[in-house]
């Protein structure tokens, strides 16, 4: 069956430009979670999702990060006036349940910012 | 708070050698450990995970151990193939929390 998709796989924008990633989950996976990969942060978690739900935004770095998830199903990650400092590979995972389970990992976005 | 910290690399082996990836975590209570791997141009992959204590994970010929009392989860294979080559990452999920902390990743190459 279908994996975790992202879209879009590359994107490069400017300095202050704001961007929208988009994360379609396995089909009938309840958790989502997003996470950023960067030289020099290593894999970081930024949210979690069960449902439509956000009870942990605990990795967001910033107020110009924010999320949403839809319908149980698709989620887009914003990040408002982008810097350069937010420049790396955005991970988008979903799981059947959540706590001690398998994440699928879906290939990535990778953000450049000029 | 929580954090691994697993064996930096660059690792490099010859093919048939034996592996190990020193992997230590810091969690509060009982967290489940992971391996992830990350072959080249693909994404993210589970390869193993332990979810209590002494239980041991494996798969592909690897194998990892959940010590608590050394608060550890290396990896370990017999006898790596050239196949083998990617990069490496042990992570928790703390207990009762759905996150995955991960640890800085091991790049290896296992030259034929």
């Known amino acids: 069956g279908a994996g975790v998709s992202q879209s879009p796989s590359n994107k490069v924008t400017e300095k202050g430009k704001d961007v929208e990633l988009r994360c379609d989950p396995i089909s009938g996976h309840t958790a989502l979670y997003w996470y950023r990969q960067s030289l020099g942060q290593g894999l970081e978690f930024l949210i979690y999702?069960?449902?439509?739900?956000?009870?942990?935004k605990s990795g967001l770095p910033s107020d110009r990060f924010s999320a949403e998830r839809t319908g149980g199903s698709v989620s887009t990650l914003t990040i408002q006036r982008t810097q350069q400092e937010d420049s790396a590979v955005y991970l988008c995972a979903s799981s059947l349940a959540s706590g001690g389970v398998e994440q699928f990992f879906g290939p990535g976005t990778r953000l450049t910012v000029l | 708070g929580n954090s691994v910290t697993q064996m930096e690399g660059p690792v490099t082996l010859s093919e048939e050698a034996f592996l190990t990836i020193n992997c230590t975590y810091t969690?509060?209570?009982?967290?489940?450990l992971f391996w992830y791997v990350q072959y080249p141009g693909e994404g993210l992959q589970l390869l193993l995970k332990?979810?209590?204590?002494?239980d041991k994970g494996s798969n592909k010929g690897f194998e990892a151990t959940y010590r608590k009392e050394t608060t550890s989860f290396h990896l370990e294979k017999g006898s790596v193939q050239v196949s083998d080559s990617a990069v490496y990452f042990c992570a928790l999920s703390p207990q009762g929390a759905q996150k995955l902390v991960f640890g800085q990743g091991t790049r290896l190459t296992i030259n034929p």
């Open positions: 969690a509060t209570g009982y967290p489940s």
């Open positions: 999702f069960q449902g439509n739900s956000a009870p942990d």
């Open positions: 332990a979810t209590k204590a002494d």
